[in-house]
């Protein structure tokens, strides 16, 4: 707002500017670009994995949907005939379960994942690393993995070149670079892509949420001191004190006195129309995490998100489990299978899932972020 004065007259006129965002916020394309270096850009700025790590952080709904599934998909622990896999496969102390985890983890988060394969003095597998995939880079060829925490922080990074696992290599150490399915490139594509817009869009209302708390909910109310305009050293002072006084979740409740000398210097309180913001936001999050449980093939009530007007007996997470599980977790088993029996060097299935007994599971809760 701004003071204008009239050459013919010496009222002042009050201009409101209208004020907003100035851009949508821009989430990072899924791209890969080449460059005058020896990998390929992971993104435009070769950040879209730290995007997208930054991104499981922020929403809550991914992080459920993620590390719930990850459980499913280890369910109770792996076995393994052909070695000890409660034996630590590294200098860390891990086991191969516990690698398997991390590799599961960063499979649901970017489609893929990476492992660093050791070989002893016979040329059979010494120890395995999990790599944080959002580290990895890769040629165009794809035959040499660059591995460094700087991509995102310096425009020449310190890097280690490994050659990629093609099985013939016995000796040193390469990494086993796993880049899913969903791809035409050198780099993955994660499955929930077409949801990144949901997910930034939930992660936002939850923001606006909070900044309402923070705000005593909305700027709905005008306040009309009519005694007179004072300094600007006054107004900052007013507006400090009103906004100490009750804005905040913690001054909610609280009521507003003032003492006026006469009625037409009293202070008047106008609210405004409200536009139910709030309910359109919550009827939109709804909407958002439809389209996100969607993206994963997954039904609400596996994590912890319980469909309005539905009791959520055992029943129905049993039939809900049982598709998720053939559908999605036993594809994901199978993958990690698969890569495992490339690392061994065997055709036979190097460990097996245990499946989790749904008859040992506690019965689920009633209500918890019910989603119509």
């Known amino acids: 707002m701004k003071?204008?004065?009239?050459?013919?007259?010496?009222?002042?006129?009050?201009?409101?500017?209208?004020?907003?965002?100035?851009?949508?916020?821009?989430?990072?394309?899924?791209?890969?670009?080449?460059?005058?270096?020896?990998?390929?850009?992971?993104?435009?700025?070769?950040?879209?994995?730290?995007?997208?790590?930054?991104?499981?952080?922020?929403?809550?709904?991914?992080?459920?949907?993620?590390?719930?599934?990850?459980?499913?998909?280890?369910?109770?622990?792996?076995?393994?005939?052909?070695?000890?896999?409660?034996?630590?496969?590294?200098?860390?102390?891990?086991?191969?379960?516990?690698?398997?985890?991390?590799?599961?983890?960063?499979?649901?988060i970017f489609d893929g994942f990476a492992i660093q394969v050791i070989y002893n003095k016979i040329g059979q597998v010494g120890q395995l690393y999990w790599l944080d995939f959002r580290n990895c880079r890769t040629d165009e060829e794809e035959t040499t993995i660059y591995y460094s925490k700087e991509w995102d922080c310096k425009a020449n990074p310190k890097y280690i070149s490994y050659s990629r696992f093609d099985g013939t290599q016995k000796s040193g150490s390469c990494v086993f670079y796993f880049k899913g399915h969903k791809t035409r490139g050198v780099y993955p594509i994660p499955r929930y892509s077409g949801a990144l817009n949901a997910l930034e869009t939930s992660t936002e209302i939850a923001r606006y949420h909070l900044s309402a708390i923070h705000n005593n909910f909305n700027g709905n109310l005008i306040i009309n001191f009519n005694n007179g305009e004072p300094t600007d050293d006054v107004k900052k002072d007013i507006e400090r004190k009103i906004k100490n006084k009750f804005s905040g979740a913690e001054n909610g409740g609280k009521f507003l006195v003032s003492f006026n000398d006469s009625k037409d210097n009293g202070v008047t309180v106008e609210r405004l129309q409200d536009d139910n913001t709030d309910k359109k936001y919550e009827q939109l999050?709804?909407?958002?995490?439809?389209?996100?449980?969607?993206?994963?093939?997954?039904?609400?009530?596996?994590?912890?998100?319980?469909?309005?007007?539905?009791?959520?007996?055992?029943?129905?997470?049993?039939?809900?489990?049982?598709?998720?599980?053939?559908?999605?977790?036993?594809?994901?088993?199978?993958?990690?299978?698969?890569?495992?029996?490339?690392?061994?060097?065997?055709?036979?299935?190097?460990?097996?899932?245990?499946?989790?007994e749904l008859e040992d599971t506690e019965e689920q809760p009633s209500e918890n972020n019910p989603v119509e």
């Not at 990072?28 to 930054?54: A, H, Q, R, T």
């Not at 896999?85 to 860390?92: G, L």
């Not at 969607?294 to 959520?312: D, H, K, N, T």
């Not at 049982?322 to 698969?338: A, E, H, S």
Request: proline share 3%; aromatic share 12%; with cysteine.
């Open 3 to 108: 003071e204008t004065k009239n050459a013919k007259t010496s009222k002042k006129e009050l201009q409101f500017a209208v004020c907003g965002a100035d851009s949508i916020p821009e989430i990072p394309e899924i791209m890969e670009v080449k460059s005058s270096k020896d990998w390929i850009s992971y993104g435009k700025d070769n950040k879209f994995p730290m995007y997208l790590w930054d991104l499981y952080l922020r929403s809550a709904l991914l992080q459920s949907i993620i590390n719930g599934t990850t459980d499913y998909v280890i369910g109770n622990g792996i076995q393994s005939e052909q070695i000890d896999h409660k034996a630590e496969v590294n200098a860390k102390g891990e086991t191969l379960e516990d690698v398997i985890k991390k590799c599961v983890n960063d499979y649901l």
């Open 285 to 356: 999050r709804k909407d958002t995490y439809k389209e996100i449980f969607i993206a994963f093939r997954c039904q609400p009530q596996l994590f912890g998100f319980v469909i309005e007007g539905s009791l959520f007996n055992k029943e129905e997470y049993k039939q809900a489990y049982d598709l998720y599980y053939k559908t999605v977790v036993v594809p994901i088993q199978d993958d990690v299978v698969r890569c495992l029996n490339k690392i061994y060097d065997s055709k036979e299935d190097v460990i097996t899932f245990v499946p989790f």
